[in-house]
């Protein structure tokens, strides 16, 4: 029997030949002690830094340790952050925010990626009042998960950025799919980092570097995150091999598109069906989210039938489930997930 189509997140990507070779050449090379001394790494920080137009960057071993890290950075315990709707901050890092930072995340009201430069104006209050907590600082989630993977264009992130600059808050951005973001966008990955105290990104996902993600800022910003990361337990040696991974996978992200594409095609393939519901319109990068509208099919059912024709989803609230593409879900796939869910649902 053909292995399933596993469709439950972007970072079951393999890594590319080139960045096999990059770490096998890695693995023959001499080891660093330092927590910053390999040249890989070196090169890797630098270029990170150099695409989203920050003066420095720091290897993370995942996006949750970069984001809880910045968090730390810019607020002080007993402050609240604003998000945008269920920000992967609240949803999946275990109540890091308060464990770690200290700090409550408020979530704004709305459906979409990121809801308008006057509702964070309205969230971040008017004049401080001592007797209520201090909101520090704002996080951008670009894409947005829980919505889909909706992109927010550069105007969507200037309107946010210039609200915390009026209100004198910190920004820091979940990047961790934000080249989707820059290719559905069609710019480049430092034009949606405008303004942004610290930036997170994922190597792994559609990137496909087998683990990593990096945290970019200011050098006084960076400095500090290397003290947070060590305390973290984040501050992997040796580093050779993961940042040769990381080199290549910031070198080649054009493919993305690809997987913006069959997300497309998967969701045209779903729409068509009878028992299962897409929204064409909010699939804008490589993740599809389909409601099942079969009665006797919530979230947790539907996975397990899907998976018995041979189609791995994730259960992503009552009744829907989240699909996602990346390199190496071909069209064959999609067209086999298609016939899944006929089979399943219809
Ligand atoms: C928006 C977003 N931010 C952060 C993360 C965390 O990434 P990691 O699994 O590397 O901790 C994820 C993971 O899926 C994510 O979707």
Redesign the pocket.
Known sequence: MDAPVDLR?D?LTRPTPAMQAAMAAAAAAPAHFGLREDPRQQALERRAADLLGMEDALL????????EVALMLLTTPGDLVLAPPR???VT??AGAPAALAGVAVVELSGDGACPPAAAWHEAAGAVHDELKPRVAALVL?N???RSGGLPVNVAGTQGVIAVARAKGLRAHL????LFNAAVACRVTPGALCEGFDTV?I?L??GLGAP???MLAGSSALIARAIVLRQRLGGGIRPTGIVSAAGLVALDDWAHLSDDHDRARSLALGLAGLRGVRVDIDAVRTNIVVATITVDDAPAGNACARLASHGVLALPFGTGRLRLVTYRGIGDDDIARAVAAFRAAFT
Not at 60 to 67: E, H, I, L
């Open positions: 997140s970072f993370f071993p995942t996006c949750t340790m970069a984001n920000p992967h901050v999946s890092e989630e894409t947005h998960n979940d990047g961790s799919r997170a994922s792994n996902k683990l990593g993600a």
